[in-house]
């Protein structure tokens, strides 16, 4: 082996580091390729709560990463979903975190009407499925409303045209919530004024509307666009107000017709669902009158016929009276043979009662009464006396059990057995009281072992400074002042304390600090 090697190719080039590399590559393809515009369909789309939304573009071979940033989403007239063939504007530029590149997108829109329409389907599948379409949930519109709340621009012709068609047919009160018709404003400004009409309180400063109505001229596509989005669907089928949906012309439809409760092919005819014609309506109200008084006479008539008839079948009131007036008169006839008969049974009965009650027979009755309650007198006294003797007897027998040298022994003995508890108790609290003394004790004795306090005794001090504990050298030089804690006291020393130039402060109290302490 030489003892100069020749250079082996590659080892005289310059070395560069990882970001080094990363910038030249980025300047390289940013200088390449400035704006451009691709074509492709939009695979995975993340939004997360920056803001920022990030999607991959990709064709039949090749796949490239998107990302839109959150200022230039919130302007932007089509938002990216999944599936959906697009344009997209922007430039390319390099992620070096990931060792990737990707296209900052600053405008993407659908890749021409089949791309819409494919996008529409999609919607339109997917809120079908979640049942928004259903013919059950569609509510019947109110034949005459007080008020009526028209979601449209107030600026255009058909406004004048749904005003002026109310007017003609029954004219109502009308609400008008201004919103643009197209544009990236103009889905979020429809939904939020759906919104906004059925949160207002009925009966309240502004009235809530019986009936909406949802309009705009016919255009193209694209201008009806904000009508197919899905936050327009969902509001409409949100709404517990009835709406119609008057978008475009009659060979117009968007997703909001298919939510709707009824959908109108013009705004014109929006406005003749909404009310019936007033003269119209005049006429039915007279012919309903007329025919409502025809049948009444007509009714009238045939009740009171009937009544007659009835009448002819039911009997003269002469001969309803007839029977129960012969039966009056019969009554009449057997009541004074009744009643004579009667007091002569009742007489013939208190004579034999009477005969029973003569004066001898209560006398007799009396003394035999007077005799029985003189016996019974006669045993009453010795069985009070029986009586009174016996409770007297028992009275004795307990009195004699109370005697008062046997309640004051009884008093005793308990009063030695209390005073034997409270000596108990008092001791045993006691020696409570001096098991929890000790312990408070000990536990005093081990703070002190473990408080840096002890360790101030054996000649160590404590540094602070600018009101934190200083640990190293470096950190003592830093500090505009030092607060020196012996065992005894503290001393704080002034400014330049890190070149050993600081003048300490007079001590207040206290012995000086031994040489062996500041170290």
């Not at 990216?80 to 975190?97: I, K, S, Y």
């Not at 009526?148 to 107030?154: F, K, N, Y």
């Not at 007297?392 to 022994?409: K, N, T, V, W």
Request: proline content about 5%; overall charge positive.
């Amino acid at each position: 082996m030489d003892l100069i090697d020749d250079p082996r190719e590659g080892q005289n080039s310059p070395e560069f580091s990882v970001t080094e590399l990363s910038g030249a590559i980025k300047r390289v393809i940013e200088g390449e390729f400035g704006h451009v515009r691709i074509r492709g369909e939009v695979g995975r789309v993340s939004r997360p709560r920056s803001g920022h939304i990030y999607l991959d573009l990709k064709d039949d071979k090749s796949v490239i990463s998107g990302v839109i940033w959150k200022g230039v989403s919130a302007r932007l007239d089509t938002q990216p979903e999944e599936g959906m063939e697009v344009v997209a504007t922007g430039r390319v530029t390099t992620f070096g975190g990931q060792s990737k590149y990707q296209i900052v997108i600053e405008d993407i829109k659908p890749a021409g009407m089949g791309a819409l329409m494919a996008l529409l389907e999609k919607r339109k599948k997917a809120l079908a499925a979640e049942g928004l379409f259903e013919a059950s949930r569609k509510r019947p519109l109110p034949y005459l409303p007080e008020v009526i709340g028209v979601v449209t621009s107030p600026s255009g012709a058909v406004i004048r045209d749904i005003l002026h068609r109310l007017r003609d047919r029954f004219p109502r009160k009308v609400l008008i919530w201004p919103v643009a018709v197209q544009g990236a404003k103009c889905a979020p400004e429809v939904a939020r004024a759906i919104a906004g009409f059925n949160a207002l309180t009925p009966g309240g400063a502004i009235p809530r509307p019986d009936l909406l109505i949802v309009a705009r001229g016919g255009g193209s596509v694209e201008d009806l666009w904000g009508f197919n989005e899905e936050i327009v669907a969902r509001a409409a089928a949100a709404s517990q107000i009835p709406l119609i949906s008057a978008v475009g012309h009659e060979t117009d439809t968007t997703l909001i017709d298919y939510v709707s409760d009824r959908r109108a092919p013009t705004p014109t005819a929006a406005a003749e669902l909404a009310v019936p014609v007033r003269h119209e309506l005049a006429a039915w109200l007279d012919s309903q009158e007329a025919r409502m008084r025809v049948l009444l006479s007509q009714g009238l008539s045939r009740r009171d016929q009937r009544l007659r008839d009835m009448a002819r079948a039911l009997p003269r009131a002469d001969t309803l009276l007839d029977g129960p007036r012969q039966r009056l008169d019969r009554a009449g006839e057997k009541l004074e043979p009744a009643l004579i008969a009667g007091v002569q049974r009742r007489r013939v009965r208190l004579a034999d009662v009477s005969g029973s009650l003569r004066p001898a027979t209560l006398r007799q009755r009396v003394a035999q009464d007077r005799r029985r309650l003189g016996e019974i007198a006669a045993r009453l006294a010795p069985a009070l006396a029986r009586g009174v003797a016996a409770r007297r007897d028992r009275f004795e027998s307990r009195a004699r059990g109370f005697r008062p040298a046997a309640l004051a022994q009884d008093r005793a003995r308990k009063a030695e057995a209390f005073a034997v508890l409270v000596a108990r108790l008092s001791d045993a609290g006691q020696r409570q009281t001096r098991g929890w003394r000790q312990r408070i004790d000990a536990l005093d004795r081990l703070r002190e072992t473990l408080s840096y306090k002890a360790t101030l005794a054996r000649g160590y001090a404590v540094v602070r400074g600018d009101g934190a504990v200083v640990t190293g050298k470096a950190a003592a030089g830093k500090a505009t002042s030092l607060e020196i804690e012996f065992a005894d006291g503290r001393i704080t020393v002034g400014a330049g304390g890190a070149s050993g130039g600081g003048k300490a402060a007079p001590r207040k109290a206290g012995k000086p600090p031994e040489q062996g302490s500041l170290f």
